[in-house]
């Protein structure tokens, strides 16, 4: 039966494999087969696993020939950010350090993706250890934005966003440290989660920032970050951050259609910081959406959010240059040829292995960990953070979530920023405050006017509360596909 499965959502893709409408294998291949053609334009993928993809979807079609249909992702097509460890496939981190690197093993979400029957698709392009915000610093060359080629997809997990966005994978997997999945998610016109610090195992994920990075998912739809999240959720005794908390049940996703009463909060720190037009176009009308379906919209303050971007950077870094230590030449990874004794291996190895962004966010790590700098800047960082938390749980005393835009800037040409990393980490202004808090949060596509770039609507929640955040998100995306119908 020939269907444009491709263009159909993972919950979509479930009723028709249920039903026997079409198999996992015509599934998967239509998705290779869009990949061949979309690639050279976006170059999503640094990996792509065909055999291995079709002979997983052999497998899942025989398991549901014989009435195995009971996991959502059984048979859907998933592609892997490529700092998620696939066991006998590259892990390169978009970096030349990791360029050979084999993973010897599977990440927790992997191994659950797998015993949940999803099929690996492919791993996607990033920045460099997942260090930007648009793509640009991958040494396999920058990912393309879905609708203009001459944009980045945002970062850094851009290549996941894309996929998805050119439905080259039906969902993906990301890393948000900062704002890496709601960023290229808002970019490239597609739903992005992060959900709360630690309810999804990062064992398995190569670090950057470690009290900051998490996994999250990119899909087209609210409902299919739902059911996503539904299987990856979950306390795991090899992560020792993960959260024991409650499974989530995405049946419960429907069970609130109306926003009635819902005090949602607007921070009166960002009223100060200036949105290109498509972005306040988007914000404003996600506003006024929200008041028409009964939303009671207050004003909060967060005090501290004049410091947030520069408290992230600084506590990111530091943690990066940390992580970044153990890339020596001497374990795994590059090692130079051109070292004659121990110190010139470990200098030339990390000199030709990290390009320029990663060798700065090192350089600004050892710097604030330093002893003469270090209670001027990393614990000044860390006691903001704090406070930060305590603005967030102050603020969630008057509402049940709060609402912003996601990026201030649609997606901006490649190249543009490149040369003043202070504007390109302007991109995560937005972004970092649900990051410092741990706090779960999704951006969801905002309306834009016709022949406008993608632009998307940030809902912040409380921690452990992504029922509520998916169905408030569920029910604007509603809201919003209800008007254009």
Wanted: aromatic residues 8%; charged residues 20%.
């Amino acid at each position: 039966m020939a269907l444009e499965c491709s263009d159909k959502s993972a919950a979509e893709l479930y009723g028709l494999l249920r039903k026997k409408c079409i198999t996992s294998e015509e599934i998967t291949r239509e998705v290779l087969t869009r990949i061949e053609r979309t690639e050279p334009a976006i170059h999503a993928y640094i990996t792509v696993l065909a055999e291995r993809a079709l002979a997983q979807a052999r497998q899942a079609d025989r398991r549901l020939h014989q009435g195995d249909d009971t996991s959502p992702l059984l048979g859907i097509p998933v592609a892997i950010k490529d700092n998620i460890c696939v066991k006998g496939v590259p892990v390169t981190c978009g970096s030349k350090m990791l360029q050979e690197f084999i993973a010897p093993y599977d990440a927790t979400v992997v191994q659950c993706l797998r015993e949940h029957g999803a099929i690996i698709i492919g791993k996607t392009n990033l920045d460099e250890f997942a260090m930007g915000s648009s793509t640009e610093t991958s040494v396999f060359g920058a990912t393309r934005h879905p609708h203009d080629p001459a944009r980045v997809a945002g970062g850094s997990s851009g290549g996941s966003a894309a996929a998805v966005a050119v439905h080259t994978a039906t969902v993906a997997l990301g890393s948000d440290t900062g704002g890496s999945v709601r960023q290229p998610a808002a970019f490239c016109g597609v739903v992005g989660l992060k959900p709360t610090y630690g309810r999804i195992s990062r064992f398995g994920l190569v670090a950057f920032a470690s009290s900051f990075d998490q996994i999250g998912c990119l899909t087209r739809t609210v409902e299919d970050s739902a059911l996503l999240f539904q299987v990856l959720a979950g306390a795991d005794p090899k992560d020792s951050t993960s959260r024991k908390a409650p499974p989530y049940d995405a049946s419960t996703l429907k069970n609130h259609k109306t926003l009635n009463g819902l005090p949602i909060g607007i921070v009166k720190e960002f009223q100060d910081v200036t949105l290109e037009p498509v972005v306040q176009y988007a914000f404003d009308a996600g506003l006024r959406r929200l008041e028409a379906c009964g939303v009671e919209l207050r004003e909060i303050s967060l005090p501290h959010v004049p410091y947030a971007l520069a408290t992230y950077y600084i506590i990111a870094n530091a943690e990066a240059s940390a992580n970044l230590a153990r890339y020596d030449g001497v374990r795994y990874g590059h090692r130079s040829k051109r070292a004659n004794d121990l110190h010139s291996l470990y200098r030339h190895s990390r000199t030709e292995g990290f390009g320029p962004e990663v060798k700065r966010r090192i350089l600004l790590g050892t710097y604030v960990l330093q002893q003469e700098h270090y209670a001027a800047y990393y614990q000044r960082a860390q006691q903001i953070r704090t406070q930060i938390a305590r603005d967030f749980e102050q603020a969630f005393q008057q509402v049940e979530l709060v609402v912003s835009p996601v990026t201030p800037t649609p997606a901006f040409r490649r190249g543009e920023h490149l040369t003043d990393p202070l504007r390109m980490y302007q991109s995560d202004q937005f972004t970092v405050l649900a990051s410092l808090a741990g706090l779960p949060a999704i951006s969801v596509p905002g309306d834009i006017p016709a022949g406008q770039l993608p632009a998307g609507i940030q809902f912040i929640a409380k921690p452990d509360a992504e029922e509520q955040l998916l169905q408030t998100a569920y029910a604007f995306e509603q809201a919003r596909l209800d008007s254009a119908s």
